[in-house]
């Protein structure tokens, strides 16, 4: 009776121990593919932001900054009555980097009404506390 109890326990602890080292090596391997996430959005505005400054970013079509432009039409689009602005592209923009988070300026293309133009949009982003919000769209 003894050895199966003891058999019985071993076989637990040993599921606990391999459960718990493939929770630790997918963890692992998320946090890897969350630092490769930053490591792109950061390669997608500049080489190396220093605080205050304003930057050129590199790639305006790259994911990071299509989604703070759709961010700032579609907020607009909900503030003003009767807009509907179609975000097109990002012809240019600059970001400056401060201790609260990134501040965005950004030259969207849109359209509406088969009619394009072109905005100057501000947006502050904090992705810490995950807090985006439009300052201006001109």
């Given at each position: 009776m003894a050895f199966k109890s003891n058999f019985l326990?071993?076989?637990?602890?040993?599921?606990v121990v391999v459960a718990s080292t493939f929770c630790h090596v997918f963890a692992a391997n998320d946090d890897q593919k969350l630092l490769d996430s930053?490591?792109?959005?950061?390669?997608?505005l500049a080489p190396s932001p220093s605080h205050g400054d304003w930057h050129p970013i590199e790639d305006t079509s790259g994911p990071k900054?299509?989604?703070v432009a759709k961010f700032a039409v579609n907020t607009e689009n909900s503030r003003a009555e009767g807009r509907e602005l179609?975000?097109?592209?990002?012809?240019?923009?600059k970001f400056q980097v401060d201790n609260k988070?990134?501040?965005y300026r950004l030259a969207i293309v849109t359209t509406e009404f088969d009619v394009t133009d072109e905005y100057l949009a501000v947006v502050f982003e904090n992705s810490k506390d995950n807090v985006r919000k439009l300052i201006s769209f001109t």
């Open positions: 326990l071993f076989v637990i602890l040993s599921m930053f490591k792109h959005v950061h390669d997608s900054v299509v989604d179609i975000f097109e592209s990002v012809s240019n923009g988070g990134i501040n």
